[in-house]
């Protein structure tokens, strides 16, 4: 006889002990060690998107997009050196190593900059000499791991950047795990091949911001005062870094948010270490101001900036200048759904890779391998990249004509309004809505006073 419909418990699923934390313990427990990836943050953070701009209507004038120029051309570097860099829109190509990338990512990256008339950085394990050679304007990063450091290559770059730390792991040093460690990259960096390679953490011939002084002035002594000296800050301890940065004499500061990527990281740094990109660059702003070098001292902000309007968020909030890396490996084909069945030997799908530092990327970005990094061809992945940068380029300037700004570097604060509380309570811009800032109304009440705000 039919006993009826079975009844069955509902299922429910733990917000702590989620099936993700759950799948996470126990890959732990059987490895026996934490987990690395490539990529960027999983987590959501307080960002551009928290932002919207307030184009022109009867209080201002747009500009007309074919009729009204808006220039975009940048210069950095104008602190000290006799020859800042010249950039002709303001998005530059930032530090990623030989090893991390593939030769021919590499090589196309600094084709594209050069056909923009844009800056390209070196990364760790020292200088690619095709790099250099496909390369107009070239950033040389000296690292705590000096591998592969060249002070002849350092002669031959258009700017020198210390690099302090970066945002996807700040902290903490690079890794390159042996897959892609090839003859060619242990020799640049006078290793021994196949083995996992980890960066030191502090640089190893000067400690704290003192030391750094002396530093900057022997790199300058090195390049005859020419180039820009750049300093590139992790954010962390933003407001000290950058005042700390700027009074040991840093022509510009790359300050990397939380959501910038690495080829490879413990896991646990990504979400849980550093700052977000836009808070970030609100503090170094307010920083600079309050030692009074807020324009003489450049700031190129990065870290999960994706299209031109991130760009033009970033002017708004104060930057000189913004730099990418994730966009531009994206551009050159990173999870494109080609070579489904290499992705699918790695556990993974296009849209959702994130094995950079196992070498066996799919599309020949983030390898060694001689196969695989014939993938990636040179030619059409420079114009890849070059069509990305233009298209962020006319959007930025988009952007600035509907502010009715003839130059993007005139965008302001006062042309954007916050979507939510914490965007408002971060910038100090008015939640839509409301002309209040939030940040004045919390000082003025802290300060006892309890008058109406306008």
Not at 76 to 100: D, K, W, Y
Not at 116 to 141: C, F, H, N, W
Not at 189 to 216: A, N, T
Not at 381 to 402: P, S
Request: hydrophobic letters at 40%.
């Amino acid at each position: 006889m039919d006993s009826g419909p079975v009844e069955r418990e509902v299922l429910r699923h733990s917000p702590i002990w989620t099936p993700a934390v759950i799948e996470d313990i126990q890959v732990k427990a059987e490895l026996g060690h934490y987990r690395i990836r490539g990529f960027s943050t999983w987590k959501r953070v307080p960002c551009f998107d928290d932002l919207v701009f307030i184009p022109s209507t009867l209080s201002r004038m747009p500009l007309e997009g074919y009729r009204e120029q808006c220039v975009t051309r940048t210069v950095v570097g104008t602190r000290h050196a006799q020859e800042p860099v010249v950039l002709e829109t303001p998005i530059t190509i930032t530090g990623m190593s030989f090893g991390a990338l593939s030769r021919n990512a590499k090589v196309a990256l600094a084709r594209a900059a050069t056909r923009l008339g844009i800056s390209m950085t070196t990364g760790d394990g020292g200088m690619l000499p095709a790099e250099r050679e496909a390369s107009k304007t070239m950033v040389y990063q000296v690292l705590p791991s000096r591998y592969g450091f060249n002070p002849h290559h350092l002669k031959q770059a258009e700017a020198i950047e210390i690099c302090i730390g970066q945002g996807a792991k700040p902290g903490t040093g690079g890794i390159l795990l042996g897959e892609k460690v090839s003859e060619e990259i242990a020799n640049m960096r006078e290793l021994p091949p196949g083995i996992d390679q980890r960066s030191p953490v502090r640089h190893p011939d000067w400690i704290g911001p003192d030391d750094m002084i002396i530093k900057i002035e022997e790199l300058r002594e090195a390049t005859d005062w020419q180039v820009p000296v750049y300093v590139k800050l992790g954010a962390s301890h933003v407001a000290d870094d950058v005042k700390l940065a700027a009074k040991a004499g840093a022509d510009a500061i790359v300050l990397d948010g939380m959501e910038a990527a690495s080829a490879a990281s413990p896991d646990i740094l990504f979400d849980h270490t550093g700052m977000p990109t836009m808070p970030a660059i609100v503090e170094a702003v307010r920083a600079l101001e309050e030692i009074g070098l807020l324009g003489e001292v450049q700031v190129i902000l990065s870290g999960g900036i994706r299209n031109g309007v991130d760009v033009a968020k970033a002017l708004a909030l104060g930057a000189d200048a913004v730099s990418i890396g994730t966009a531009a490996l994206l551009a050159l084909n990173c999870n494109k759904a080609i070579h489904l069945e290499d992705y699918h030997k790695l556990g993974t799908e296009p849209g959702a890779c994130h094995h950079c530092h196992t070498g066996r990327c799919p599309v020949g970005i983030t390898t060694q391998d001689p196969t695989l990094m014939a993938r990636l061809e040179v030619d059409a992945a420079t114009e890849r990249v070059v069509n990305l940068i233009n298209t962020m380029t006319m959007e930025l300037q988009i952007i600035a004509r509907a502010c009715g700004k003839s130059n993007v570097h005139d965008l302001e604060p006062e042309d954007l309004r916050a979507l939510t509380l914490e965007a408002a309570l971060i910038t100090g811009i008015p939640l839509v809505g409301t002309e209040l800032n939030l940040r004045k109304v919390l000082e003025k009440l802290a300060g006892g006073e309890t008058e109406h705000f306008g």
